[in-house]
Every structure is written in C-alpha cells, then in structure tokens.
C-alpha cells in the first residue's frame, strides 16, 4: 500500500509541515564495524536526521507533534499523531507520513543517507487508547523511476498497537541501504480504524 502512495505523492508533493527543518544532506558513511545508532527521531531538538514533512496523500485530517511532553518513552518528548477518522472518511480515507531528507524530498533532490551496516530499525509505538491499527511501518521506498531513488525497502504491518509502550524492529539485514532519503513513515486508513486512531512514537533509529 505504501509503495503506490509513495508513487502518487510523489508526483504531487504534500504539504510541508510547519516544523519541518532542513538538514544537511550529504550521505553519511558508516560501516559494519563502526555503525552507531542513528536516530530518526531521538528527542525534540536533538539531531534528527530526517524531517516528518511527507505528508500522504494530502495532509488533511492529520496532526503531528514531535514535541510531546506527557509520558515519553524516553527522554523529554515523543511524537504524537492523531489521524482524524471521521475527516478522511469524506476524503481520500487512508494517510501517512514520511521522514524524509531533505524536507518534503520525494525523490528529486539528493538527501540519502549512506546507512550500509544497519541491520535493523527500532522505534517505540503505543496508541493512546489501544486496538489503533498501523497497516504499514516502511523504511526507504522514496523516488522510484525518479534521479534520486531510495536503494532499498523494507516494512512491516499490520502493527495493532497497544496503549502501553512496545518495542517494533524492522529487520534490515541483507538490504541495500547505500542511500536512504525516507528514513521511517506509516500509513493506515479507515477500514482499520472505524472510530478513531491517535498514537505516539518515540526512539526511532538505525541499529
């Protein structure tokens, strides 16, 4: 599901979120020996290596607060996300968003990172009253058929979360991860969420 509305935002851009900061974008070089944890989303202001500015397919009925201050996983603030069932009902009825680098960069810019030596993505994910349904958590998959494509994808899902903090691994092992601009997204939709679907994530990172 992600993979086709990739393809379709990727040919008209969503809207850039209001936060969203720019990052350098040269690739960072990393090996098997020497990777270190590198972080999606660590804490509000630290050094986050991608922006969520992709917002699927429009970014109507969608919130995100990457400053959250109540009950983080870890450290002073989570990300919060409250998709809003009842306005994508009268619309397009799925949405998402993507990490990328550069902000709002679906493919026609260079930003990808050089992440070769992670062997998986780890991040922390809890729905505010449980039973929220996730159908897709992806890594890479930005740019196909455009000059910068993502090297490689990877995902997981259907992810039914809990309204407690759990731990999600999407395993990277055997993929080629020379050049990543969408470093972490989601989508879901209303079919697996009839009434309502807000949900915090936190520690997302390259291992």
């Not at 009950?71 to 989570?78: A, F, I, L, V, Y």
């Not at 039914?160 to 989601?186: C, Q």
Request: net charge negative; proline share 6%; with cysteine.
């Amino acid at each position: 599901m992600l993979l086709a509305a990739v393809s379709a935002c990727s040919n008209q851009p969503p809207r850039t979120h209001e936060q969203a900061q720019v990052l350098p974008s040269s690739p960072v070089k990393t090996s098997a020996q020497t990777f270190e944890p590198f972080f999606v989303y660590q804490d509000k202001g630290s050094r986050n290596r991608f922006t969520p500015s992709g917002y699927m397919p429009n970014g109507e009925c969608l919130s995100l607060d990457d400053g959250w201050q109540y009950d983080p996983r870890n450290g002073k603030t989570c990300v919060r996300i409250v998709y809003d069932v009842a306005c994508s009902k009268e619309g397009r009825q799925w949405a998402g968003v993507y990490w990328q680098n550069p902000a709002d960069n679906w493919g026609g810019r260079k930003g990808g990172y050089n992440l070769a030596g992670a062997t998986k993505l780890v991040f922390w994910a809890k729905g505010e009253i449980g039973g929220e349904t996730i159908e897709d958590f992806h890594v890479g998959g930005i740019g196909t058929g455009l000059m910068y494509p993502d090297s490689d994808t990877a995902s997981i899902g259907p992810v039914i979360l809990s309204n407690e903090w759990r731990e999600y691994t999407l395993d990277l092992r055997g993929k080629d991860l020379s050049y990543i601009s969408g470093g972490f997204a989601w989508v879901s939709n209303v079919n697996s969420n009839p009434h309502h679907c807000t949900f915090y994530l936190d520690d997302i990172r390259f291992e």
